[in-house]
């Protein structure tokens, strides 16, 4: 008999035909609305769960006693209880690198938009404010040649040093656990201090996971060690930064301007401060978002669901 997997997430007509040929699927539309009470009724079911942006906790793994295997579409594990995951004999697996570049790419965009105030001054013009030449109080700030300074030096982290080494001729430093001789030798980086980049820094980017480590890593005694001229970018979770922190940081000059794809509540609240702020770029947490990289991250999660039901070891089991 076919095993059962619960799909949360959407998928292509070929990926959903490569699953269907060997399990039984039942698709739940955003399980994080009204459909939870679908997820509920067929979780006793089920033997796999594929999807992501779902906060599976203790009450809702209660309900799933076959289950074996979870696939997140998502390099980012944080929604999941990884040691009551094991304790129960469920595989966890995640999609890292088919992300990289891309949440990379975005990371990027972050910093020039930021830097050159893109996203303001695009507003201005539609708004019919472009009457004559701009002046000083429209410039922005130099990219290149600027220090790039990157919290969490692993596969993205060294994606966003290569666009600034190369691309951008950016000196980089970067904090991690342990320095990375490959790093510091390709992009002639050097690993500091947490507060030692927070100083030195133009532009610091956090590219680190949410963990209990990660959390409220950033807050008000980091922002006072940044300069007025610093720019924030966060690529990461929103809850690495205290936000109430970053919003009186931004608010008060103590630094120059944020590029926040992530935030503390997703999506974020309308009437959020840091929304009225000019000096803000807040994306809706669109790292990976494009065609090419959610159907790679989506294929790396069916093969990883599919191989963990099949008794075998998926390629990236998060709980080994
Ligand atoms: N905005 C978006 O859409 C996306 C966001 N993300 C986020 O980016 C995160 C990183 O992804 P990825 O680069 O693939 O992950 P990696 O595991 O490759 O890199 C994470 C790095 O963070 C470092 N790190 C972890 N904890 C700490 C700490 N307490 N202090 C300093 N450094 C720390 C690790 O350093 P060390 O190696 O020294 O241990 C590691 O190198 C994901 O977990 C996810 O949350 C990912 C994709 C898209
Ligand atoms: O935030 C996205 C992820 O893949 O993690």
């Known amino acids: 008999m076919k095993k059962h997997v619960l799909l949360y997430k959407k ?5 959903l035909a490569r699953l269907e040929n060997e399990v039984e699927v039942t698709y739940i539309d955003d399980p994080a609305s009204d459909s939870l009470a679908r ?35 998502s390099v980012g594990v944080d929604n999941y209880d990884i040691a009551d995951l094991s304790r129960r004999g469920v595989k966890l697996t995640n999609t890292p690198d088919v992300l990289t570049e891309t949440t990379a790419d975005t990371g990027f ?54 666009r600034g080494h190369f691309g951008f001729n950016m ?9 990375k001789p490959a790093v510091d030798q390709r992009f002639g980086a050097r690993h500091c201090a947490l507060d030692e980049l927070l100083r030195e820094a133009d532009f610091i980017c956090l590219t680190l996971p949410l963990t209990k480590e990660t959390t409220g890593l950033i807050g008000a005694r980091e922002f006072e060690l ?12 929103g809850k690495v930064v205290d936000e109430q922190a970053l919003i009186r940081a931004l608010q008060t000059g103590q630094i120059r301007a944020a590029g926040l794809d992530v935030f503390e509540r997703e999506p974020v609240q309308t009437d959020s401060p840091l929304l009225a702020l000019d000096n803000v770029v807040a994306t809706p947490h669109i790292g990976s978002a494009t065609h090419e990289t959610r159907e790679a991250m989506a294929r790396c999660a069916v093969d990883n669901l599919l191989a963990a039901l099949r008794g075998e070891r998926p390629q990236n089991l998060v709980n080994p």
């Open 226 to 237: 940044m300069g007025e001229d610093s720019i924030f970018i966060n690529i990461s979770r």
């Open 11 to 15: 998928l292509s007509p070929a990926l």
């Open 171 to 179: 000196p980089v430093i970067y904090h991690s656990h342990s320095a």
């Open 109 to 162: 965009a972050l910093v020039l938009a930021t830097a050159r105030r893109v996203v303001e001054l695009a507003t201005w013009v539609r708004a019919g404010q472009w009457t004559a030449s701009v002046g000083p109080k429209h410039f922005g700030t130099d990219v290149h040649g600027k220090t790039l300074g990157i919290i969490g030096m692993g596969r993205i982290g060294e994606a966003l040093a290569q």
């Open 39 to 73: 997820l509920r009724e067929a979780l006793p079911q089920a033997h796999g769960l594929l999807g992501a942006s779902l906060k599976l906790d203790a009450a809702l793994l209660d309900l799933a006693p076959q289950l074996e295997a979870v696939a997140s579409v």
